[in-house]
């Protein structure tokens, strides 16, 4: 069964840098894209980073410059490091990956959530 597991998150100042990490695990075939969404409360959530499996990446005009998504050559791991953070950036993070595995004997192709992780850009 596939699994996103996220880790990273926590408290950092104003101008400072976190690392988020998203593995994926579970049966799976092969990953067509990964990336970041986060949530403000009551807002929508919004896409902050993608990533290809041939690596294109595409990223929301307001972090562009502050933050950087890669994955690992086995494309499994996806992380995106953030840097400049600022308090708009005290959000709930989301991975996101789309993921072909096999599910009882039938090739299946759905998007998978990771559980959220909190940053907290405080003072």
């Known amino acids: 069964q596939v699994q996103l597991v996220e880790s990273g998150g926590g408290l950092v100042q104003p101008g400072g840098s976190l690392r988020l990490s998203c593995a994926a695990s579970?049966?799976?075939?092969?990953?067509?894209?990964m990336g970041w969404y986060r949530q403000a409360p009551g807002k929508e959530r919004e896409l902050v980073a993608s990533?290809?499996?041939?690596?294109?990446?595409n990223y929301l005009a307001f972090v562009k410059r502050r933050f950087t998504i890669s994955s690992t050559n086995a494309k499994e791991t996806v992380y995106l490091q953030m840097n400049i953070l600022k308090h708009e950036d005290r959000v709930v993070y989301y991975c996101?990956?789309?993921?072909?595995?096999?599910?009882?004997?039938?090739?299946?192709?759905?998007?998978?959530w990771g559980q959220g992780t909190q940053v907290t850009v405080s003072s």
């Open positions: 990533i290809t499996g041939g690596g294109s990446t």
């Open positions: 579970g049966g799976i075939l092969s990953i067509n894209a």
């Open positions: 996101y990956a789309v993921i072909k595995s096999l599910i009882v004997g039938t090739i299946d192709t759905r998007t998978y």
